[in-house]
């Protein structure tokens, strides 16, 4: 799969890309990251990708050429998707959207900043917008990154046997069941009987069991969703 992020800040990628799964998954060819500076598109000498707001008020505008040159430079060597807007007034992000989007070919992330894009690119170009909660973020490169690392865990061969998506909380409508590791007795802190007996089946009954307890006490309403 391959992930092209628009930003104006791409130094603020480097961190979150260059360890454990999402490195990992680059390395392997699971996933392809380009990371595309806004600024590079601009056309004015001073590289200028924002602008005051019609009507007045506060903050800036992210103005449509630079965003556009920039997508439709891609748009001719890929057919995406999906072209995703990060906003906090975008749908709301959840483990199905990243399922929905892991399965995808090509898709673009567009990290918004100052005020907020052109309404004509949300209008006319963008296809999806997610936001990641309901708080506001200085721009869109967190959620980007956050949405990235659910994708790319997702892709076949990036994790493996042991560390199964599939066992993750959410996947399976539940949050997921406590894990324990040695010692079993940590002074006193025991790890439940039932994970030391070897008995398989009743292990997957306990966690079961478990998951559900901690899914009604704590996220009752993941229960009433469909
Ligand atoms: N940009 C700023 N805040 C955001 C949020 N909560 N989700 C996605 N993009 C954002």
Redesign the pocket.
Known sequence: MRIDILTIFPEMFEGPFSHSIVKRSVEKGHAEIHLHNIRDYATDKHRRVDDYPFGGGAGMVMMIEPVLNCINHLKEKHTYDEIIF???D?QQFLQSTANRLSTMKNIILLC?HYKGIDERLREHVITLE????D???S??EL?AAVVTDSIVRLLPGVLGDETSALSDSFQDGLLSAPVYTRPADYKGWKVPDILLSGHDRKIAEWRHEKALERTIKRRPGMLEDD
């Open positions: 990060l906003t906090p975008g918004g997610i936001s990641i909660g708080y506001v973020l721009g869109g959620a």
